[in-house]
């Protein structure tokens, strides 16, 4: 631990929020811009690609609904000739590098500080965010897929390092609103990255869209890097009232240095680990369907033009992120008052958020052409999994605050596979792209969501779990010398104050 200079304390008095606010306001934008830089290809692959002729070898149509009639604001018909297999294999070659630095992201996270970990995956994903169209201009579909597997290596670091920012940051009382809002930032970068894309491509080139998005990523590493440290007691500026603070309602504000290696027999043998990475396996096996390939449908099945295709794509994401943000907020309440028990909030939320959008995902593939209902339907099935993110989202939080980074690792790290996974089967699955085959997509995604869901329900705790505290060696004079340094610049600041008020 060190102690914070008094500069750092005079400086404190121009930040109006505390920290631990301003930490979460940053995460979001992390998530925001990690998503944004993920899922814009989703958009402009649909103009990337020579347009479909919808009608089979007999010269039948396969397609179900007419185009819509509104401008495209968009000339371009496509160049580049991949068949759905290829595109489904571009869209999921990111999840190949997303997976392979989610073990490596959480342990550097806890050993170092989850703020480079972060800040420099998320600088990563921007730098080749930018040079996407340079890689399909001269490389084509091999290039693009090589670097969207450096941009998944680059974005593999943000959940974990995030979840040992937030267990170093947030107490519990305030964890579920906090980690709503960090975690939201997905939802809301899935919205701006469809809706914003499609504005860009209609009005742009379809480059332009590419270097937006990672502009954006290199603007927030500038601003994070300076407003944002791994723990409160690394921060120069944080106000010695919320050290008190965040001290008296998490025990200890700094990184556990002297953990004992990672129990990872102890994580891997546990009920209710595995019962996580099972409901972390259906949470993104439908999400990540709908995030790579909900454009795609819109454009291919609905015949969306590319505008209506980004407003309706985001849609069903602006409703997550506020079911997301009000789920997050019942469960604090919830938990705070005793009236349902941590674990019981989790499973509630996450059975909530698996039950009610595998439903509304296969009822939308049955209301045929029918834009209205369908956009609505796909709308209600994203806003219930909103509650994913008050639920078994936090559980690693929950079950070891200690070991956060490497349990949000292993479980989104596993879970990401399905990334890889999914969008190829479903290139594989809709060859036609015809609404026939996408209706058995979206059964595929119902029957996964049940069943990992009820998995999780029966086996899952949002209890802190024994691996959380092996034996470790404890500096009680070095943390009592802490104390002692706190307290006289808690009592410094708090004169400081009185006299500037005089």
């Known amino acids: 631990m060190t102690q914070q200079p008094e500069w750092g304390i005079k400086f404190s008095r121009f930040f109006l929020v505390p920290q631990r606010v301003i930490l979460a306001i940053m995460g979001f934008l992390a998530m925001l811009n990690a998503y944004t830089m993920r899922i814009c290809l989703s958009v402009a692959i649909t103009e990337l690609v020579v347009k479909r002729n919808y009608t089979d070898d007999n010269g039948e149509a396969v397609a179900v609904c007419k185009a819509d009639d509104l401008d495209s604001g968009s000339s371009s018909s496509g160049q580049y000739e991949w068949s759905e297999e290829l ?3 571009i869209l999921s070659s990111f999840y ?15 050993k170092f500080g989850g703020k480079w970990t972060l800040s420099l995956g998320i600088l990563s994903t921007a730098f080749f965010t930018v040079i996407t169209p340079l890689a399909i201009i001269h490389g084509g579909a091999n290039w693009l897929i090589i670097v969207r597997i450096l941009m998944g290596i680059g974005e593999g670091t943000t959940f974990p390092a995030l979840s040992v920012l937030l267990a170093q940051w947030v107490p519990v009382k305030e964890r579920g609103k906090l980690g709503a ?24 080139d379809w480059p332009v869209v590419f270097y937006f998005f990672g502009g954006l990523g290199i603007v927030w590493f500038i601003i994070f890097t300076f407003l944002c440290y791994s723990d409160p007691t690394t921060h120069p500026f944080i106000k010695p009232s919320e050290k008190q603070y965040l001290t ?26 595995w019962a996580l990475i099972s409901a972390q396996i259906g949470h993104d096996w439908g999400f990540y369907i709908m995030v790579t390939d909900l454009p795609k449908y819109m454009a291919d099945v609905m015949q969306f033009s590319i505008k209506a295709n980004g407003l309706y794509s985001s849609l069903p994401y602006a409703v997550m992120w506020i079911f ?6 019942v469960g604090d309440v919830l938990i705070t008052r005793k009236i349902m028990s941590i674990t019981k909030v989790r499973k509630m939320m996450t059975g909530l958020a698996a039950f009610g959008p595998a439903i509304f995902m296969v009822a939308a593939s049955y209301a045929g052409c029918d834009r209205v209902v369908v956009v609505t339907l796909f709308t209600i099935c994203m806003g219930l999994m909103g509650a ?40 594989l699955m809709t060859p036609n792209a015809s609404l026939l ?16 869901a009820i998995v999780y329900v029966i086996w899952a705790s949002g209890e802190v779990q024994d691996f959380n505290d092996p034996p470790r060696k404890i500096d009680f004079e070095a943390e009592e010398k802490e104390k002692t340094a706190d307290g006289a610049q808690i009592e410094r600041y708090e004169k400081s104050e009185i006299t500037d008020k005089l």
């Open 87 to 89: 595109q489904g294999y």
């Open 96 to 110: 190949i590098g997303y997976i392979l630095t989610h073990i490596p992201g959480g342990l550097l996270a806890e």
């Open 181 to 204: 809002l960090v975690l939201g930032g997905g939802q809301v970068g899935t919205i701006l990255g469809n809706l914003l894309s499609g504005f860009l491509l209609a009005a742009y």
């Open 248 to 273: 008296k309602h998490m025990g200890t504000i700094g990184r556990n240095k002297n953990l004992a290696p990672t129990p990872w027999k102890a994580i891997l043998t546990s009920l209710p680990m």
């Open 324 to 329: 997301s943000l009000s789920s997050g907020w």
């Open 388 to 427: 994913f993110y008050a639920g078994m989202k936090l559980t690693p939080l929950d079950m070891s605050p200690n070991y956060a980074g490497t349990l949000m690792a292993i479980t989104n790290g596993i879970g990401a596979i399905t990334g890889v996974v999914s969008p190829s089967l479903v290139g």
């Open 437 to 452: 085959e996408w209706r058995t997509v979206f059964w595929v995604a119902f029957a996964i969501l049940f069943v990992t």
